[in-house]
């Protein structure tokens, strides 16, 4: 028997009491269907909970916040995120993410009117507010006050399956804006198998992705002597680590070959290989078609 999902709501002052209550909602009706056990908690402080969570959600609020004004909040994110908890915020839940240091380097996105003031606090992150939902295996950032819909309808794809967040979007009558063909072969690495030393290498490649990157910089990333490192890699994820390192460059490619128009021929760079030939191979072998026939198909899909 597979074990339960734990998600906790973090029920920050001010934060939106409709998005929490509608949050428990849109997932209870999602374990209800699936009829997994999915353990959602409402958290209102911090330094007490111990548990470790498969996701943890900061909803938006209703007026600014500043995270300063609740430093257990950062610390406590920073903590679930090092024990492999997928972090997650909408709106100007980012501001809190942003203080815990996790969005290393990478773009994530809040609400558009939100833009000159987070850049002003921080400046040192990569914000693109043109996007709704930004993905990573880690951590998820959406936009907007009413973006954590389509935040639960992503951790009910990741948790409990395409199908499931599909049949929940339908029965509350809202959009579910990433189908079938976003999932093809879906590469979805687990941070749950509790070794914290492989958790930090993969970690360290998902911040890192686009760089020149070697076995041996992913084990001094995790703090492993190197042939401790590849055995214990491959037995907490099934893959050796560049076997890892190429599902989540291709899987990269996939969503870059969804929401953008950037040619096959330089998209190849922006996920961390310099030789377009050798990219489109490998896209193709794990994939199962060619990265122009990939953005066909989906966007077919989309225009129908």
Same mark, same amino acid.
């Given at each position: 028997?597979?074990?339960?999902?734990?998600?906790?709501?973090? /029920?920050?002052?001010? /934060?939106?009491?409709?998005?929490?209550?509608?949050?428990?909602d849109?997932? /209870?009706?999602?374990?209800?269907?699936?009829?997994?056990?999915?353990?959602?908690?409402?958290?209102?402080?911090?330094?007490?909970?111990?548990?470790?969570?498969?996701?943890?959600?900061?909803?938006?609020?209703?007026?600014?916040?500043? /995270?300063?004004?609740?430093?257990?909040?950062?610390?406590?994110?920073?903590?679930?995120?090092?024990?492999?908890?997928?972090?997650?915020?909408?709106?100007?839940?980012?501001?809190?993410?942003?203080?815990?240091?996790?969005?290393?380097?990478?773009?994530?996105t809040?609400?558009?009117?939100?833009?000159?003031?987070?850049?002003?606090?921080?400046?040192?992150?990569?914000?693109? @507010?043109?996007?709704?939902?930004?993905?990573?295996?880690?951590?998820?950032?959406?936009?907007?006050?009413?973006a954590?819909?389509?935040?639960?309808?992503?951790?009910?794809?990741?948790?409990?399956?395409?199908?499931?967040?599909?049949?929940?979007?339908?029965?509350?009558?809202?959009?579910?804006?990433?189908?079938?063909?976003?999932?093809?072969?879906?590469?979805?690495?687990?941070?749950?198998?509790?070794?914290?030393?492989?958790?930090?290498?993969?970690?360290?490649?998902?911040a890192?992705?686009?760089?020149?990157?070697?076995?041996?910089?992913?084990?001094?990333?995790?703090?492993?002597?190197?042939?401790?490192?590849?055995?214990?890699?491959?037995?907490?994820?099934?893959?050796?680590?560049?076997?890892?390192?190429?599902?989540?460059?291709?899987?990269?490619?996939?969503?870059?070959?969804?929401?953008?128009?950037?040619?096959?021929?330089?998209?190849?760079?922006?996920?961390?290989y310099?030789?377009?030939?050798?990219?489109?191979?490998?896209? @193709?072998?794990?994939?199962?078609?060619?990265?122009?026939?990939?953005?066909?198909?989906?966007?077919?899909r989309?225009?129908?």
């Amino acid at each position: 028997m597979s074990r339960s999902i734990s998600i906790a709501i973090l /029920a920050y002052p001010r /934060a939106l009491q409709s998005a929490v209550h509608g949050l428990q909602d849109v997932f /209870a009706h999602a374990a209800q269907i699936s009829g997994t056990a999915l353990e959602v908690k409402v958290l209102q402080s911090y330094g007490q909970d111990a548990a470790r969570h498969d996701a943890v959600i900061l909803p938006p609020s209703a007026g600014m916040v500043r /995270a300063g004004d609740i430093p257990a909040l950062p610390a406590y994110l920073k903590a679930q995120h090092a024990a492999g908890t997928v972090v997650c915020s909408a709106c100007t839940g980012l501001f809190f993410v942003a203080a815990a240091g996790l969005p290393g380097g990478r773009p994530v996105t809040t609400h558009w009117a939100l833009d000159g003031r987070f850049r002003t606090d921080h400046p040192e992150i990569v914000l693109d @507010t043109d996007r709704l939902l930004i993905e990573y295996t880690d951590l998820i950032t959406a936009g907007g006050l009413m973006a954590w819909v389509d935040l639960a309808l992503a951790l009910i794809e990741r948790f409990l399956g395409y199908r499931i967040a599909s049949e929940t979007a339908r029965h509350f009558i809202v959009e579910f804006r990433r189908h079938d063909q976003r999932r093809f072969r879906r590469f979805q690495p687990d941070l749950r198998h509790g070794d914290a030393a492989v958790l930090k290498a993969q970690h360290f490649l998902e911040a890192r992705l686009t760089g020149l990157l070697t076995v041996e910089d992913m084990a001094s990333a995790s703090g492993l002597p190197g042939r401790t490192f590849l055995r214990r890699f491959k037995a907490a994820t099934g893959l050796a680590p560049k076997a890892y390192l190429q599902e989540l460059r291709i899987e990269r490619a996939r969503d870059l070959l969804i929401e953008t128009d950037q040619p096959v021929s330089s998209l190849c760079f922006a996920v961390g290989y310099n030789d377009p030939p050798s990219f489109a191979r490998l896209f @193709t072998r794990l994939s199962g078609l060619a990265p122009g026939a990939f953005r066909e198909r989906y966007r077919r899909r989309e225009a129908s």
